[in-house]
């Protein structure tokens, strides 16, 4: 394999910014998936104890406020997460590119983020209906929205009158629901954004 000629502190410096960027990566999708243990592990714990509870206004300010507030609070620090292992998968894919320049080779020495963003090179060619950074907030949404029905029976055992219990169950679950839709959208704008600037 030749290449071209280089400045090796340039390559060096080059790679050892690639191995911490990759080093971030990783940390940021393990922290995505610390956060969504510890969130289903405080939800289900929260649905649990409903469960053994009598009392309508226990389980009212679960369904009602604690859990919507959980889904939205865990489904943040996941985006934060999500978010920075886009930045990062997004610069390295350039940094591969610049690399990958030096190289007169057609099997170019680094190509990772090139291939998982951009599917240089794969086989497969059809791409899945569902994206699966769909899921998880489609899951945080599904929660809070099951929440809210399963605290409407309960709303007249409220703190307040029962129009006032229920005008709080409705407010709080809307706006969890749109703020994790909101959040979402911003996230595929996200990506968006980094594919336009990192194209060619």
Excluded at 36 to 62: E, M, Q
Excluded at 159 to 179: D, E, K, Q, T, Y
Aim: charged fraction near 20%; proline fraction near 6%; aromatic fraction near 12%.
């Amino acid at each position: 394999m030749s290449m071209v000629k280089l400045d090796p502190q340039w390559l060096s410096v080059t790679l050892e910014e690639y191995k911490s960027l990759r080093a971030e990566s990783l940390t940021a999708m393990a922290n995505q998936q610390a956060v969504l243990r510890l969130g289903i592990a405080v939800i289900g714990f929260a649905i649990t104890l409903s469960v053994g509870v009598d009392d309508g206004r226990v389980r009212y300010y679960l369904f009602a406020i604690l859990i919507p507030i959980f889904c939205l609070f865990f489904f943040t620090l996941y985006a934060i997460e999500f978010a920075r292992m886009v930045r990062v998968g997004r610069y390295i894919e350039n940094v591969e590119a610049k690399m990958n320049m030096l190289f007169s080779t057609q099997l170019p020495p680094l190509g990772w983020e090139t291939w998982l963003n951009k599917g240089v090179g794969r086989e497969e060619k059809k791409k899945p209906r569902l994206p699966y950074y769909a899921v998880v907030p489609g899951t945080f949404l599904l929660t809070t929205a099951f929440s809210a029905i399963i605290a409407f029976p309960f709303h007249a055992e409220g703190p307040f009158s029962p129009s006032s219990n229920l005008l709080i169950l409705s407010a709080i679950g809307l706006i969890a629901v749109a703020l994790i839709c909101s959040i979402s959208l911003r996230l595929v704008d996200l990506r968006k954004e980094y594919d336009k600037y990192f194209s060619p």
